[in-house]
């Protein structure tokens, strides 16, 4: 078989949301021999922009782009032996620490975003919910993330990301972290109130924020440019 | 699921009610009506007062209406695409007869040219919730004694599906769409009645003269013919919804049976529209909700009566399941021709049938697998079943469009619904095609409505 061919039957996966194809598929790339960076590329994460593309234009439904994304994650976890012994790990700007503030015990929208970001390479530190702002400091501590994605749904429970973002300061490591928050109720106003570096209103634009606060990590341009950037037109470009 | 807005008691003695005003009251046959209808009427035991009345004993009424069929097929070109009343499915009809268009360039009204009726029918023929069209304007581009048959034309060469045509008070256009309807029948077009016709009773209890005699040359053709009434309630019918109800279904039978007694066995459709009057001004008010109440009542009556049933209104007809229903595309009381609003109403009226039906309770809809597989705390976004159920679900594409914006917001602007459903209802237009009607038919067509009515009128 061509690996044209093969990364037909991975993207076909991908598109069809099948894991257990993609990760067989990813596994038959490997024996064959194949640059595990290009199969990832050529055969998972470049159908997933398609299907992500899909979404934004309403041809798609989210329950069929978060299969697509456990497709990549599957093949992803298949390849990434491979991919370690290619390339040194993820650098802290794809580590990203995940968590519903304190008091808020939601998490279906932080479950995507962390699906998402998964699929597209990031390493994900998932805290889970009602997460007290010293867990978010302790984990970025342990763990050197450059990233923190923080998810709210009750406006009582809003002020809990401010929490956060004053704990980070006070322990002195807000100057190497970007943020971003998420959630029914929050509003790039909002965002940019509490200090936060972006605002997403969906899945696809967390990603999309995240990608760009990844590749203008902190200590580079100055915060917040991103919090407009990223609100409804990165709907429209995964 | 069903709507039960009459008790049998209630529906019983509303129709005891309903053949006693056509015993007592009678119907008005105004002196204008043709000598032959008037022997034929006669001739047929029915006595015509000095005053004009026709009083019809309940008797009369009865046995007449026995030999009307339960069960009329309206012909479409497509024979995927007939209309069987026959109980089992409600099937909807584009809004008519409007004398204006919303110009989807200017956005200004205009008087309806012709071109109006071949792009709505070409609209409502792509648009699948639409089963059968309604001539949605009167063409005012087209000289008067030429319209109606230039109309049917135009429809005809713009949908496969069936067209019904409203109110033709001139006999002579009902025999010309006898003709028509004969052509595409020997040219094989369908073999089932390529048109039908509305003929209203003029409230309070009013005979059409025309409309009667042009339902008669239809009824002699064997084409269906629509038994309408459209009481306005506190102007033309009594100011309460019972008292409407009464009058419209006291003159649909009473305009269906004098139809079964000349043409026993024709195929009538038993039609009511009520609505109530503005009280400021008089003029018909459809946002009375009491109008779906009235509109499912008579639905109920004409089932009992034992024929098709076709209404006006909204989710509440709908539930009472009519055999027909008239909705969509015209605004200002159905006077004004809005090719966007055909669109948005076509979402509508796709919401109103998903919610009138009844939900299955199966192992699979239950899903009690998936609720256990899922556990407390999880989500159910990425589960097969999700993905095999979630093509069912209803996106709003135009109703809902609207999404604010917040201001600061570097989100795009979004296009209203208005602009969203206009857009999708030029696409459609422009887009959409019909198959061209063979072109023997079309040529006889042509012909027929180029000669016009004067002819056909002797022919008979």
Same mark, same amino acid.
């Given at each position: 078989?061509?690996?044209?061919?093969?990364?037909?039957?991975?993207? @076909?996966?991908?598109?069809?949301?099948?894991?257990?194809? @993609?990760?067989?598929?990813?596994?038959?790339?490997?024996?064959?021999?194949?640059?595990?960076?290009?199969?990832?590329?050529?055969?998972?994460?470049?159908?997933?922009?398609?299907?992500?593309?899909?979404?934004?234009?309403?041809?798609?439904?989210?329950?069929?782009?978060?299969?697509?994304?456990?497709?990549?994650?599957?093949?992803?976890?298949?390849?990434?032996? @491979?991919?370690?012994?290619?390339?040194?790990?993820?650098?802290?700007?794809?580590?990203?620490?995940?968590?519903?503030?304190?008091?808020?015990?939601?998490?279906?929208?932080?479950?995507?975003?962390?699906?998402?970001?998964?699929?597209?390479?990031?390493?994900?530190?998932?805290?889970?919910?009602?997460?007290?702002?010293?867990?978010?400091?302790?984990?970025?501590?342990?763990?050197?993330?450059?990233?923190?994605?923080?998810?709210?749904?009750?406006?009582?429970?809003?002020?809990?990301?401010?929490?956060?973002?004053?704990?980070?300061?006070?322990?002195?490591?807000?100057?190497?972290?970007?943020?971003?928050?998420?959630?029914?109720?929050?509003?790039?106003?909002?965002?940019?109130?509490?200090?936060?570096?972006?605002? @997403?209103?969906?899945?696809?634009?967390?990603?999309?924020?995240?990608?760009?606060?990844?590749?203008?990590?902190?200590?580079?341009?100055?915060?917040?440019?991103?919090?407009?950037?990223?609100?409804?037109?990165?709907?429209?470009?995964? | 699921?069903?709507?039960?807005?009459?008790?049998?008691?209630?529906?019983?003695?509303?129709?005891?009610?309903?053949?006693?005003?056509?015993?007592?009251?009678?119907?008005?046959?105004?002196?204008?009506?043709?000598?032959?209808?008037?022997?034929?009427?006669?001739?047929?035991?029915?006595?015509?007062?000095?005053?004009?009345?026709?009083?019809?004993?309940?008797?009369?009424?009865?046995?007449?209406?026995?030999?009307?069929?339960?069960?009329?097929?309206?012909?479409?070109? #497509?024979?995927?695409?007939?209309?069987?009343?026959?109980?089992?499915?409600?099937?909807?009809?584009?809004?008519?007869?409007?004398?204006?268009?919303?110009?989807?360039?200017?956005?200004?009204?205009?008087?309806?040219?012709?071109?109006?009726?071949?792009?709505?029918?070409?609209?409502?023929?792509?648009?699948?919730?639409?089963?059968?069209?309604?001539?949605?304007?009167?063409?005012? #581009?087209?000289?008067?004694?030429?319209?109606?048959?230039?109309?049917?034309?135009?429809?005809?060469?713009?949908?496969?599906?069936?067209?019904?045509?409203?109110?033709?008070?001139?006999?002579?256009?009902?025999?010309?769409?006898? #003709?028509?309807?004969?052509?595409?029948?020997?040219?094989?077009?369908?073999?089932?009645?390529?048109?039908?016709?509305?003929?209203?009773?003029?409230?309070?209890?009013?005979?059409?003269?025309?409309?009667?005699?042009?339902?008669?040359?239809?009824?002699?053709?064997?084409? /269906?013919?629509?038994?309408?009434?459209?009481?306005?309630?506190?102007?033309?019918?009594?100011?309460?919804?019972?008292?409407?109800?009464?009058?419209?279904?006291?003159?649909?039978?009473?305009?269906?049976?004098?139809?079964?007694?000349?043409?026993?066995?024709?195929?009538?459709?038993?039609?009511?529209?009520?609505?109530?009057?503005?009280?400021?001004?008089?003029?018909?008010?459809?946002?009375?909700?009491?109008?779906?109440?009235?509109?499912?009542?008579?639905?109920?009556?004409?089932?009992?009566?034992?024929?098709?049933?076709?209404?006006?209104?909204?989710?509440?007809?709908?539930?009472?399941?009519?055999?027909?229903?008239?909705?969509?595309?015209?605004?200002?009381?159905?006077?004004?021709?809005?090719?966007?609003?055909?669109?948005?109403?076509?979402?509508?009226?796709?919401?109103?049938?998903?919610?009138?039906?009844?939900?299955?309770?199966?192992?699979?809809?239950?899903?009690?697998?998936?609720?256990?597989?899922?556990?407390?705390?999880?989500?159910?976004?990425?589960?097969?079943?999700?993905?095999?159920?979630?093509?069912?679900?209803?996106?709003?594409?135009?109703?809902?469009?609207?999404?604010?914006?917040?201001?600061?917001?570097?989100?795009?602007?979004?296009?209203?619904?208005?602009?969203?459903?206009?857009?999708?209802?030029?696409?459609?237009?422009?887009?959409?095609?019909?198959? /061209?009607?063979?072109?023997?038919?079309?040529?006889?067509?042509?012909?027929?409505?180029?000669?016009?009515?004067?002819?056909?009128?002797?022919?008979?």
């Amino acid at each position: 078989m061509g690996d044209g061919l093969l990364f037909e039957r991975m993207q @076909a996966a991908v598109t069809e949301g099948d894991a257990d194809r @993609a990760r067989a598929l990813a596994e038959e790339a490997l024996r064959a021999g194949l640059d595990p960076i290009e199969v990832l590329e050529r055969g998972y994460t470049s159908a997933l922009r398609t299907v992500g593309d899909g979404w934004a234009r309403g041809d798609v439904y989210l329950p069929e782009m978060m299969l697509s994304a456990e497709a990549v994650k599957a093949a992803l976890h298949a390849l990434t032996p @491979a991919l370690r012994a290619r390339s040194a790990p993820s650098d802290a700007s794809a580590l990203c620490v995940l968590g519903t503030v304190q008091g808020d015990i939601h998490d279906i929208g932080k479950n995507i975003v962390g699906t998402l970001l998964e699929a597209f390479g990031f390493l994900i530190v998932d805290l889970g919910t009602d997460v007290a702002p010293e867990r978010f400091v302790a984990a970025v501590r342990e763990t050197g993330a450059g990233l923190v994605g923080l998810s709210a749904l009750l406006t009582s429970t809003m002020p809990g990301m401010k929490a956060v973002l004053d704990a980070l300061e006070e322990a002195g490591l807000r100057s190497r972290v970007r943020v971003a928050v998420g959630g029914a109720p929050i509003t790039p106003a909002f965002a940019r109130d509490i200090g936060a570096d972006g605002f @997403a209103e969906d899945g696809v634009s967390a990603l999309r924020l995240f990608q760009s606060l990844a590749a203008a990590p902190a200590g580079g341009p100055a915060a917040g440019t991103a919090a407009g950037a990223m609100t409804g037109e990165a709907r429209h470009a995964l | 699921m069903r709507f039960e807005p009459l008790t049998e008691t209630e529906a019983l003695s509303v129709h005891d009610a309903a053949l006693q005003i056509l015993e007592e009251v009678g119907l008005l046959l105004p002196p204008s009506t043709s000598k032959p209808v008037a022997t034929r009427l006669r001739d047929a035991g029915l006595a015509i007062s000095a005053d004009g009345r026709l009083r019809l004993p309940r008797a009369m009424v009865g046995a007449a209406l026995r030999h009307a069929p339960r069960r009329v097929v309206l012909g479409a070109r #497509d024979a995927r695409r007939h209309a069987t009343l026959d109980g089992t499915a409600t099937y909807v009809t584009t809004d008519g007869c409007g004398s204006k268009t919303l110009d989807p360039k200017t956005g200004l009204r205009r008087p309806a040219i012709l071109a109006d009726i071949a792009a709505s029918a070409r609209l409502a023929d792509a648009l699948p919730g639409f089963h059968v069209y309604w001539m949605m304007v009167s063409a005012e #581009d087209v000289p008067l004694q030429a319209r109606v048959g230039r109309e049917y034309l135009t429809a005809l060469r713009s949908t496969t599906k069936h067209v019904q045509m409203i109110d033709v008070s001139r006999p002579e256009e009902a025999r010309l769409l006898v #003709d028509m309807a004969r052509v595409l029948r020997e040219t094989g077009v369908t073999a089932e009645a390529p048109v039908s016709m509305l003929i209203s009773v003029v409230s309070p209890l009013r005979l059409d003269p025309g409309g009667l005699e042009s339902a008669l040359a239809f009824a002699a053709a064997g084409l /269906p013919i629509v038994s309408c009434s459209m009481p306005i309630s506190g102007v033309t019918s009594p100011a309460t919804a019972p008292g409407t109800l009464l009058l419209a279904h006291a003159e649909i039978l009473g305009f269906a049976a004098l139809i079964q007694t000349l043409h026993p066995g024709a195929p009538v459709i038993y039609c009511s529209f009520p609505a109530f009057g503005d009280p400021r001004s008089g003029i018909t008010n459809y946002r009375d909700p009491r109008r779906f109440w009235a509109a499912a009542a008579a639905t109920r009556l004409g089932q009992r009566s034992g024929l098709p049933c076709f209404t006006s209104g909204e989710l509440a007809s709908l539930l009472a399941r009519p055999d027909m229903l008239c909705f969509g595309g015209l605004l200002e009381v159905s006077t004004v021709l809005s090719f966007e609003q055909m669109v948005i109403d076509h979402e509508l009226l796709r919401d109103w049938t998903l919610s009138a039906a009844p939900q299955p309770i199966t192992p699979d809809t239950l899903a009690l697998d998936v609720i256990r597989a899922v556990g407390p705390g999880g989500h159910f976004l990425t589960q097969r079943h999700t993905a095999r159920h979630i093509r069912e679900f209803v996106v709003p594409r135009f109703a809902d469009a609207d999404r604010p914006v917040e201001p600061g917001s570097a989100a795009p602007p979004v296009a209203s619904s208005q602009d969203q459903a206009r857009s999708e209802a030029l696409r459609l237009i422009a887009t959409h095609e019909v198959p /061209p009607l063979p072109s023997a038919a079309d040529a006889a067509l042509e012909r027929l409505v180029l000669e016009g009515a004067p002819t056909h009128a002797t022919a008979r």
